[in-house]
C-alpha cells in the first residue's frame, strides 16, 4: 500500500507542533491545547490513543489530530494557512479517516473549514449533519469574579461515579458517550454544586480532551438560583490553575446559554461546528 498523503508527527516532534502553534497567540490555540491536556491523560494512564498527522510543513500544513476509545474516535483537522486548497487534498486522499464507518465524528472545526468539509464528506462518506456553535472563551488577561455560595449547598469535584448522570441529562448522548464522560472524570475533573441536606447533585460540569468547559447541566427544579455560573466559575478557576484557557461551544439559537457565559465574561472567539456521519443506509 503507497504511503498515506499525511505524516505520523512523533513524540520527539510534538514541541515543534505546539511552537508553530504558539504564533500570533492565541489565534491557533485549541490545537495546542488538546495535544497538552490529552498529554496529561496519558501521564494519568488513560487508555485512550492519540494520533497526529500532518500533511506539509509544521508551520504552514494541514493536522489531523485523532483521539481514539474503544467506542469511537473524535478529530480535529486544522491549519493556520488561509489557502485551503490542501486541506481539501489531504483529506480526499487519506486513507485514515475511516469514511466507509460511522463511528467517529469531527470535533470544533473552524468554520472557515466548514465548505471544504461539506464537500469532503458528501464525496468521501455520504450523508452528514453539522451542528454549528458559538465558541467562546475567557481571555487571560481577564480578572474573575466567583460568586458566593448560598449557604445550603456546596461544590465538590466529581468522581467517575458521577458519569451516567451527567449522560442521562445530556441532550448529546450517544452510544459510548458515558465512557467517554467517566474517562473525563476519571482523568480530567468536573464540579458539581449539592444539596447540603441529601447531597443531591443541583449543578455540574466537566472539562474533556479539549480541556474546555462542557457537559454543563442544572437540575430543572433549581434553575434561575445561579448555581450554573458557580459552577462555570470554578471550572474557569480551575482551566487556568491548570495552564489552560476556559472556552466553550454554545449551539447557534441557544439564547440561554450564549446570556449565561457572555454575562461570567466569556468572549465569543469563533464559530465551530460538529460534522457527524449519518447512516447511508437510512
Not at 494512564?45 to 504552514?60: A, R
Request: charged share 25%; net charge negative; proline share 3%.
Amino acid at each position: 500500500m503507497a504511503a498515506d498523503i499525511f505524516k505520523s508527527v512523533k513524540q520527539d516532534e510534538f514541541s515543534k507542533v505546539l511552537c508553530a502553534l504558539e504564533r500570533d497567540w492565541p489565534k491557533h490555540f485549541l490545537l495546542h491545547q488538546i495535544i497538552t491536556t490529552f498529554r496529561e491523560y496519558k501521564e494519568a494512564g488513560s487508555t485512550w490513543e492519540q494520533f497526529l498527522y500532518v500533511y506539509g510543513t509544521f508551520e504552514s500544513g494541514v493536522y489531523l489530530n485523532i483521539i481514539s476509545s474503544k467506542t469511537y474516535s473524535r478529530m480535529n483537522v486544522y491549519t493556520v494557512s488561509s489557502d485551503l486548497t490542501e486541506m481539501k487534498k489531504a483529506l480526499m486522499e487519506t486513507h485514515i479517516i475511516p469514511w466507509d464507518q460511522e463511528n467517529f465524528l469531527f470535533e470544533i472545526i473552524d468554520s472557515r473549514f466548514l465548505s471544504v468539509m461539506q464537500e469532503v464528506f458528501a464525496t468521501k462518506h455520504g450523508k452528514f449533519e453539522v451542528s454549528s456553535n458559538n465558541m467562546f472563551f475567557y481571555p487571560s488577561d481577564k480578572e474573575l469574579h466567583i460568586q458566593p455560595l448560598p449557604e445550603d449547598v456546596y461544590i465538590e469535584k466529581l468522581d467517575e461515579s458521577y458519569a451516567a448522570e451527567m449522560d442521562k441529562n445530556w441532550p448529546h448522548r450517544r452510544q459510548g458517550s458515558e465512557l467517554v464522560h467517566q474517562q473525563n472524570l476519571r482523568y480530567n475533573f468536573g464540579l458539581g454544586i449539592f444539596r447540603r441536606s441529601d447531597k443531591k447533585l443541583l449543578s455540574s460540569s466537566l472539562s474533556n480532551h479539549t480541556g474546555g468547559v462542557f457537559v454543563l447541566y442544572t437540575d430543572q427544579e433549581c434553575r434561575g438560583k445561579g448555581y450554573a455560573a458557580i459552577v462555570v466559575q470554578h471550572m474557569v478557576q480551575e482551566c487556568r490553575r491548570r495552564g489552560r484557557i476556559p472556552f466553550c461551544t454554545v449551539i447557534i439559537g441557544n439564547k440561554p446559554s450564549e446570556r449565561l457565559f457572555t454575562k461570567l465574561g466569556f468572549e465569543q472567539f469563533t464559530l465551530a461546528d460538529y460534522i457527524i456521519p449519518l447512516n447511508n443506509e437510512q
